[in-house]
């Protein structure tokens, strides 16, 4: 594997072990309709944080051994395919997430709909990452 395709796979996986508890766990504040600021604030701050710990220190241990390697045309057209199919996943996600708390009414909390919207920023990178990784594999 090049180091672009096990970098794409540490940012999939580590984002996905990172953020799905997260996501559980604001999913169970809706649901028991206690979810406030202060109850999320560190939450998401510590995922952020140990988000960019695991992924800097698995990058620098991929980087020793691919140190000299330099991008290609096929990793920018991989790229490029992988942030347009993530645009288009985060777009799709948004306009549903502003149509539900329409639908819903206990969804019309500021945070709430916040939190959502994280979920398809997350979602897309989440996206960008396995399109890339998929892209290096099948040879897009």
């Not at 997260?22 to 140990?50: C, E, K, M, N, Q």
């Not at 051994?65 to 991989?78: F, G, L, M, Q």
């Not at 909390?109 to 990784?133: D, H, N, R, T, W």
Request: proline share 4%; with cysteine; glycine share 6%.
């Amino acid at each position: 594997m090049s180091f672009r395709e096990k970098s794409a796979w540490i940012c999939f996986i580590g984002i996905w072990v990172i953020f799905a508890p997260y996501f559980v766990h604001v999913g169970a504040l809706v649901r028991s309709d206690s979810l406030d600021l202060p109850s999320i604030a560190w939450l998401l701050s510590g995922a952020i944080v140990l988000q960019a710990i695991v992924t800097a220190l698995a990058h620098i241990v991929i980087a020793v051994k691919h140190r000299n390697e330099k991008p290609d045309e096929r990793d920018r057209a991989i790229e490029l395919r992988s942030y347009r199919s993530a645009y288009i996943a985060v777009a799709l996600l948004a306009m549903f997430i502003v149509a539900v708390p329409a639908t819903w009414g206990y969804l019309q909390s500021p945070l709430v709909i916040g939190q959502l919207l994280l979920l398809c920023l997350i979602f897309g990178e989440m996206a960008k990452y396995l399109i890339q990784a998929i892209g290096y594999r099948v040879g897009l």
